[in-house]
């Protein structure tokens, strides 16, 4: 079974910390994805990394950066928290296949965090 | 550029019925894959069902199946014979054939099964 590990369920920091949100996957997949969800707003793409070191920007990147320094692991940083990223964070795995319409994305158990 | 529509914020069904959520997606790609996702009060997305786009056969696992109507460009969820633990979230989702950016989700619809 594919599994993808979230390190923390519920975090509470305050404004203006840096907070590391870390995800990892057992699969060898080669693609790894943060998404924040908001009520009303749905899933939203911030980046996402298709090998090692390498990373692209999604829709809402702003405020955040990643980082992979291992295949198996996808870090987000929140370089100064403040109130309006309080969400639910969710990671994502996937193969990169021939034809990339073909990767199934499994997720994480997310992480709901808070910002005071 | 992908949309994903999802119309029926909540629907209220009777346990052992079967369900059918819509989503009507829009993209230009020829080549793209659909995707249904189950999200419980947990939070965990769980992968469901997966479309794509050049099969000419709708796909089905267990109790789920997607009835894929190409032309209408639409890729609705059938849950048969429904039970207690369908409650949930219920997203659909796309992906393109141009490289891994991601899914595009719908706003997701609140399915709850009534005893």
């Known amino acids: 079974d594919v599994k993808v590990t979230q390190s923390s369920r519920y975090l509470v920091k305050r404004t203006g910390e840096k907070v590391f949100l870390e995800c990892v996957q057992d699969m060898d997949h080669e693609n790894m994805f943060w998404y924040r969800q908001d009520p009303g707003l749905g899933l939203r793409l911030i980046y996402f990394s298709y090998d090692v070191k390498m990373k692209e920007k999604g829709d809402i990147p702003e405020g955040y950066s990643v980082s992979r320094e291992k295949k198996e692991r996808f870090s987000l940083i929140l370089e100064s928290a403040s109130t309006n990223q309080t969400s639910m964070y969710l990671c994502?795995?996937?193969?990169?296949?021939?034809?990339?319409?073909?990767?199934?994305?499994?997720f994480g158990p997310g992480t709901r965090l808070t910002v005071l | 550029a992908q949309k994903i529509t999802q119309t029926q914020p909540g629907m209220f069904v009777q346990e052992k019925e079967a369900v059918t959520l819509d989503c009507t997606y829009d993209?230009?790609?020829?080549?793209?894959?659909l995707f249904w996702y189950k999200q419980p009060s947990s939070g965990e997305m769980i992968f469901l069902i997966y479309?794509?786009?050049?099969?000419?056969q709708n796909a089905t696992e267990g109790r789920y199946s997607l009835n894929f109507q190409k032309a209408r460009k639409s890729a609705n969820l059938v849950i048969s014979a429904s039970q207690l633990g369908d409650s949930a979230m219920y997203f659909c989702?796309?992906?393109?054939?141009?490289?891994?950016?991601?899914?595009?989700f719908g706003k997701g619809t609140h399915l709850i099964i009534q005893p």
């Open positions: 989702a796309m992906n393109s054939g141009g490289g891994a950016d991601g899914l595009t």
């Open positions: 994502a795995s996937s193969f990169r296949g021939l034809d990339p319409s073909t990767d199934t994305q499994y």
């Open positions: 993209t230009s790609d020829q080549s793209y894959g």
């Open positions: 479309q794509g786009s050049y099969d000419e």
